[in-house]
């Protein structure tokens, strides 16, 4: 089954290949015009992917502290119970409600995160799959309010990273040292392409992986490039001919500067190919160490790399939160570097006040997440935009779209500014 499913990721890139010399002038059309109309999106961060720090409820309910991730979720309670509080989450932390709040609040794009195992159990492994329905009434939903779908596939076979966002937490990523990992994953690229290959209306991008963990050196992005190449075949040839779709491919940046990639997978050879940059200024010690002036200087610094990508760049998550106090942020059960209860990290300062219910939110509080909001949008539309990490949050709204837009200190309408020079 390996060497078959490799001969056809190899037929995909056979045919892209053919397909470029034959068609590489034509640019697609892709049904938004990405590269003059802004991206300007949210994430469904929580939802068909499950993450801690979102849905704390969720984890805390199982009663086991060894539940860390959805791996352990489906693993270390009975599947009756598992499904039970699975289904219950799917039917209600998304409905379409949200989808005419995004709409209204002057959006036009969602990402979508999913995993693997929506489409793929293997042997031994504990997911419960069941999302994709879910998947396909979004889509419905978005087209009903003139929103643009990414489908992001948020997790690989083995992990693609180790992050518990990646479905299993784990010390060091297995999906890259694994060849049937890597098939069964193009297998799930090839599956989602064809579910969704006449919606191209409404799905406008496919994500191939989220955040694939290039920071672990050359053999994991020698991987990962070659993905890349078998996922534009998947992806922009579906059709098993040298006929191109209009989906946009949306790659990662592996966690390397955007000139690493510059010259991949560019045009004229290749057409439709974006690149997703995701900017944090939380996970490090330095990071939560910095004033909130630094903070929004280091967000206005990326405009010189963003504008002059070779591809066009999309900042597919970031966050007006400039600390890392929410609960389980850093995986359940560990603390936070701002607060000092992480190991090894050096107390900033309290949490208090700056997670949590925006009703504990000072005044100052709002106006900066206002002032950083608005220096991170003005600078990620030197690119081609930006999609917020996330839509709501069950208890920190200080990453919440939802929670900011009631708070006021996300405008009703994105291209409202409050301090247009705040970058200079």
């Not at 709409?103 to 195992?117: D, Q, T």
């Not at 990508?309 to 966050?319: F, H, Q, R």
């Not at 950083?372 to 917020?388: L, N, R, V």
């Amino acid at each position: 089954m390996v060497s078959l499913r490799s001969a056809l990721s190899s037929a995909a890139v056979l045919v892209a290949l053919f397909a470029r010399s034959a068609l590489g002038d034509s640019p697609i059309n892709p049904s938004f015009s990405y590269g003059s109309t802004k991206v300007r999106g949210v994430n469904i961060g929580g939802w068909l992917v499950l993450e801690p720090w979102i849905t704390p409820s969720l984890f805390d309910n199982t009663g086991n502290t060894a539940i860390v991730d959805e791996w352990t979720f489906g693993q270390l309670q009975s599947k009756q119970a598992a499904q039970a509080a699975l289904k219950n989450h799917w039917d209600t932390w998304i409905t379409e409600q949200d989808f005419i709040d995004i709409a209204a609040a002057g959006l036009n794009h969602v990402r979508i995160p999913i995993g693997y195992w929506a489409f793929d159990v293997g042997p031994g492994e504990p997911y419960i799959s069941g999302q994709l329905p879910y998947l396909q009434k979004a889509v419905t939903w978005a087209r009903n309010h003139g929103l643009k779908v990414i489908v992001d596939l948020h997790g690989a076979p083995g992990s693609q990273n180790g992050f518990d966002n990646s479905g299993h937490r784990i010390s060091f990523p297995q999906w890259h040292s694994n060849s049937t990992n890597v098939a069964r994953t193009n297998s799930v690229i090839k599956q989602i392409t064809k579910a969704f290959i006449n919606d191209q209306d409404t799905v406008s991008v496919i994500a191939p992986l989220n955040e694939p963990a290039g920071f672990d050196g050359s053999d994991v992005l020698s991987v990962i490039r070659q993905y890349w190449y078998d996922s534009y075949g998947n992806i922009r040839f579906p059709y098993g001919t040298s006929q191109q779709s209009n989906t946009l491919v949306l790659i990662h940046d592996a966690f390397q500067p955007l000139s690493y990639w510059k010259g991949f997978e560019g045009p004229p050879a290749w057409q439709g190919v974006a690149i997703d940059t995701h900017i944090y200024q939380i996970f490090s010690q330095e990071e939560v160490s910095r004033t909130n002036q630094q903070h929004i200087d280091a967000a206005c610094s990326h405009a010189s790399d963003l504008s002059t990508s070779s591809l066009w760049a999309i900042v597919g998550e970031w966050t007006p939160a400039a600390t890392d106090c929410a609960k389980y942020l850093n995986g359940r059960g560990v603390g936070a570097r701002y607060d000092g209860t992480m190991a090894d990290s050096t107390k900033v300062g309290s949490c208090s006040g700056l997670t949590g219910s925006r009703s504990s939110f000072s005044s100052s509080y709002k106006t900066f997440l206002r002032q950083y909001w608005e220096a991170q949008t003005i600078t990620y539309e030197k690119g081609a935009g930006w999609i917020q990490w996330t839509w709501k949050a069950e208890n920190a709204d200080e990453w919440s779209y939802q929670a900011g837009l009631a708070g006021g200190w996300i405008p009703k309408n994105p291209t409202s500014r409050t301090y247009p020079n705040i970058c200079g």
